[in-house]
């Protein structure tokens, strides 16, 4: 990075033996912008809405300090920040240690969180995926402004790319008290600088949650209603987790009416959770270790999870609902329908896992069992009513779950699960290694003959499928395994199903979707995508899922033939190939010849295809939840709500 950092009338204040530090300091910005990705973890969408969570959270420890109870988020209208807080406002007076304002040390010292004397001792609760400070966000940000009011003076502060601007300006003006810090990210480091309303939204919900009582509003200037008012959300939950659990069971049929909550503490170790059953078969585990979200779960989910088995096997013996002859139920089994939220607070989380989203504290294991069994115990004495409903959940799941296995190993004899017969409609590649390999699988008999003809035969496979697939949102495993429409996919894949999954089995390293361009088409996928979510998880998380995109128009003139693959594109190649060009709109696959499908949908050099990925596993066990499901409602409003999400869905 260019440029001074730190003016040198404020170096002259530092003495000699701190003068080091400052150089470590200027070295330490300029670091931040020659490897962004090292802080923030990359310069795409995900860093750029990283700045905003790094600012918010250091609000939100000022909350947790229990002095600020509301936080604004505004998306500028030129895709800049403002966050503000109503609490002390940062310290402006001279940091003792380093000479210079404590304001300048927050935003261009490297880690300099925590470091000046927060009376609050304790677990450091908040802070990103990697807690790197304000510094960090200053230092990646074309501008920043800081305005910090005391209540008797106000202070402001500019910094550009990191570097401090002029003079702190000082007035004196009797405001409440509070910090508003604005920024502008820094085209000369980030990809990408538009900011995502729903992604921020998701976000910070979660922190509302994970903070009672706490008021987010999050503001858009770039959209306006019709009447003239920003796009705006109000986040004020006083439940906490429990009102987390009910937000994500909103739209499932909950078993019993009060959500579950306990809460302890041990040693080193603060655990709160709150669960709810509903009538569903799917388990949603939703975990945090100091407010960060660990999307790859980790002790705190194991230590929950022993206990939940352990004390449910227990209280269903003592009240005799399970006999002394009967199989102790399994963890799967306890936790079907299940929706949990785990909250753990821990002294120094150690976060690992490729996304560094898993909890490693091997201690916090034996404290979250410890807590949990203990308060959940106590729980099912004093709540008999709510513990039947849950014993009586677990035991027909473990009944279901005989029937599947029985079902399974008799299939398996069929030779259908494990067999090496493969699905007599496959169409299979003449290459094995399954790095270099695709599979297609194409709706209707008639596309599915094109695909066969137009494929290069050496790495495309083509599985067709026809007639009414099974929606697996509404089955229970025994039926998906047995299913006759989905039996080929898994036989083609090789790789089993649910807990028998292997992605090392995998035939094919990319697994494509491709279906008309319809209502029709659309729902084979949404089918599709549900069983791989729900039974092939990893098979989604590793990224081996795509759809193709088929054109949706052809524009010939004369010799010239330009495929559109969507409304716009269409326009554009109009104006392109000029007057008296005609259009030819693709209904379905079946309209277009092999050479034509190769050439617009399937060569890997022209082809444009969607990689399906799950961001966030709340997000899309909603999605398929709602759109899969049996509430009509919820349906009806998500589309509408969501009408660009499905839309993506209907590609
Ligand atoms: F990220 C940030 F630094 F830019 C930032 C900090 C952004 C925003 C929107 C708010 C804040 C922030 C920091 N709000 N409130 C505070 N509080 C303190 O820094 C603070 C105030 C007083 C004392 C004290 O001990 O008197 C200690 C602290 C840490």
């Known amino acids: 990075m260019e440029g001074v950092l730190v003016k040198m009338s404020e170096i002259s204040k530092v003495t000699n033996t701190y003068d080091e530090s400052n150089i470590q300091v200027l070295e330490g910005l300029e670091a931040v912008r020659k490897r962004p990705g090292m802080y923030i973890g990359s310069t ?44 002390r406002g940062i310290p402006v007076g001279i940091h003792p240690k380093m000479g210079i304002s404590t304001l300048d040390v927050v935003f261009t010292i490297l880690h300099a969180g925590g470091k000046f004397g927060d009376a609050n001792s304790g677990y450091k ?121 009910e937000y994500i069971n909103r739209n499932k049929e909950p078993l019993h009416g009060d959500v ?7 040693e080193t170790c603060m655990a709160e959770i709150a669960m709810q059953y509903n009538q569903g078969y799917t388990e ?3 975990s945090f270790a100091n407010n960060i979200h660990t999307g790859e779960g980790g002790t705190h989910e194991t230590g929950f999870k022993a206990a939940l088995t352990r004390v449910i096997n227990d209280y269903a013996r003592k009240i005799k609902m399970l006999k002394d002859s009967d199989k102790n139920l399994s963890g799967e089994d306890v936790r079907e329908g299940l929706t949990v939220v785990i909250s753990v607070k821990v002294l120094e989380a150690q976060f690992e896992g490729q996304t560094k989203t898993k909890l490693g504290n091997s201690e916090v294991r034996t404290l979250v069992d410890g807590i949990i069994a203990e308060k959940l115990e106590a729980f099912l004495e004093e709540n008999p009513a709510t513990g039947k409903i849950i014993i009586d959940k677990a035991m027909t799941a473990a009944r279901a779950r005989d029937a599947a296995k029985r079902a399974r190993e008799l299939t398996r004899r069929k030779s259908a699960l494990e067999s090496t ?8 590649c003449s290459e094995k290694n399954a790095e270099l390999t695709e599979i297609y699988i194409v709706e209707g008999d008639s596309a599915g003959g094109s695909a066969k003809q137009g494929r290069d035969r050496k790495f495309q496979a083509i599985l067709p499928l026809w007639g009414k697939m099974l929606n697996v949102e509404k089955s229970r495993v025994d039926k998906v395994y047995n299913n006759d429409k989905l039996l080929p996919v898994i036989t083609a894949l090789g790789a089993g ?29 949404t089918l599709l995508l549900t069983f791989f979510y ?104 998500f589309i509408e709500r969501n009408a660009k999400y499905v839309a993506n869905l209907d590609v």
């Open 260 to 266: 579950v909550y306990v809460k302890g503490e041990k």
């Open 421 to 428: 017969t493969l699905p007599g409609k496959l169409a299979d």
């Open 534 to 637: 729900r039974f092939m998880l990893p098979l989604v998380e590793e990224g081996h899922v795509f759809i193709a995109q088929p054109p949706l128009y052809k524009v010939s003139k004369g010799k010239k033939e330009k495929y559109a693959y969507t409304d716009r594109e269409l326009q554009k190649v109009l104006e392109e190939m000029g007057e008296g060009s005609t259009i030819q709109r693709y209904k379905g696959l079946g309209e277009m010849n092999p050479g034509q499908l190769w050439e617009t949908t399937m060569n890997p050099e022209t082809r444009t295809m969607l990689r399906v990925e799950l961001e966030d596993a709340i997000v899309a066990d909603e999605t398929f939840t709602v759109l899969m499901g049996d509430k009509v409602e919820p349906r009806r409003d």
């Open 284 to 286: 949603t585990i939703v």
């Open 125 to 245: 609760v908040s802070g990103g995926l990697h807690g790197v400070g304000a510094s960090v966000v200053n230092a990646l940000s074309e501008w920043t402004q800081v305005h910090v009011s005391t209540g008797e003076k106000v202070y402001e502060r500019r910094y550009e790319r990191g570097a401090p601007m002029g003079e702190i300006d000082v007035q004196d003006k009797k405001l409440p008290t509070g910090t508003r810090v604005s920024f502008k990210p820094d085209d000369e480091i980030f990809e990408e600088l538009e900011y995502d309303y729903d992604i921020l939204l998701q976000r910070l919900r979660e922190q509302a949650f994970l903070n009672a009582g706490l008021v987010i509003i999050l503001t858009d200037l770039r959209e306006e209603d019709d009447e003239g008012n920003p796009k705006s959300e109000r986040l004020h939950y006083e439940g906490g987790i429990c009102s987390f659990v």
């Open 497 to 525: 199903i649910g807990d028998e999954f292997n992605t090392k089995k995998l035939r094919y390293g990319k697994i494509i979707i491709m279906a008309d361009a319809d209502v029709d088409g659309a729902h084979i996928r």
């Open 44 to 87: 795409t969408s995900r860093g750029l809405h990283h700045l905003v969570y790094e600012v918010v959270d250091n609000a939100i420890d000022e909350a947790l300090a229990g002095f600020c109870t509301q936080i604004d988020v505004v998306i500028n209208k030129d895709n800049s920040i403002t966050v503000t807080d109503n609490g």
